[in-house]
T-cell receptor
Framework: AQSVTQLGSHVSVSEGALVLLRCNYS??????LFWYVQYPNQGLQLLLK??????LVKGINGFEAEFKKSETSFHLTKPSAHMSDAAEYFC????????????FGTGTKLQVIP | GAVVSQHPSRVICKSGTSVKIECRSL??????MFWYRQFPKQSLMLMAT?????????EQGVEKDKFLINHASLTLSTLTVTSAHPEDSSFYIC??????????????FGSGTRLTVV
């Protein structure tokens, strides 16, 4: 069985400040890990994914995430928050071979304060 | 890149009627399609998984007779909500997994359908 835990359902940061959204995973097999962003009333957009290559993964819009096996973590970061980053972010896990379904975390709503 | 087109984006229907939602993979073959449901301020919950040409596999607690899934081709999957009731109002999202030219395109999501049953 696989699962992800996102710490903090709401995160507020000032514009220009560091964004850190936390995600810890549990998986019995080597995982694929994903971060998705969802804007209101829209579908999900893939920010980045870890597929066993480099442990530091760079995504779109300046986001990146680091896979740390020892900590079973895949935290999402961005050096400087922009107002347009305000959205809901979902961490997700699947098995490395893509045979299993994608399991989502409960989401973290990011608020950016001007 | 891989694109999944989902229609309609919004639909309002009367209680007791049926609604069909379509998902099409535009530039790759979707061997597997996943259907999710998202309640307000909650995460996505998987409803069912369908493989092209096979019957869908439903998650526990999802009524297969109410949520009919068809995946008759490698580019089209449909979800029909039959005899819809207000409690079926939700945001439905499809996700496709497939291959193109031998590469694994992973999971690509549609833009979602907001269903409101009145």
């Amino acid at each position: 069985a696989q699962s992800v835990t996102q710490l903090g359902s709401h995160v507020s940061v000032s514009e220009g400040a560091l964004v850190l959204l936390r995600c810890n995973y549990s998986s019995s097999v080597p995982p694929y890990l994903f971060w998705y962003v969802q804007y209101p009333n829209q579908g999900l957009q893939l920010l980045l994914k870890y597929t066993s290559a480099a442990t530091l993964v760079k995504g779109i819009n300046g986001f990146e995430a680091e896979f740390k096996k020892s900590e079973t973590s895949f935290h999402l970061t961005k050096p400087s928050a922009h107002m347009s980053d305000a959205a809901e972010y979902f961490c997700a896990v699947s098995d490395r071979f893509g045979y299993q379904k994608v399991t989502f975390g409960t989401g973290t709503k990011l608020q950016v304060i001007p | 890149g891989a694109v999944v087109s989902q229609h309609p984006s919004r639909v309002i229907c009367k209680s007791g009627t049926s609604v069909k939602i379509e998902c099409r993979s535009l530039d790759f073959q979707a061997t597997t399609m996943f259907w999710y449901r998202q309640f307000p301020k909650q995460s996505l919950m998987l409803m069912a998984t369908s493989n092209e040409g096979s019957k869908a596999t439903y998650e526990q607690g999802v009524e297969k007779d109410k949520f009919l899934i068809n995946h008759a081709s490698l580019t089209l999957s449909t979800l029909t909500v039959t005899s819809a009731h207000p409690e079926d109002s939700s945001f439905y999202i499809c996700s496709a997994r497939g291959t193109l030219a031998g590469s694994n395109y992973g999971y690509t999501f549609g833009s979602g359908t907001r269903l409101t049953v009145v």
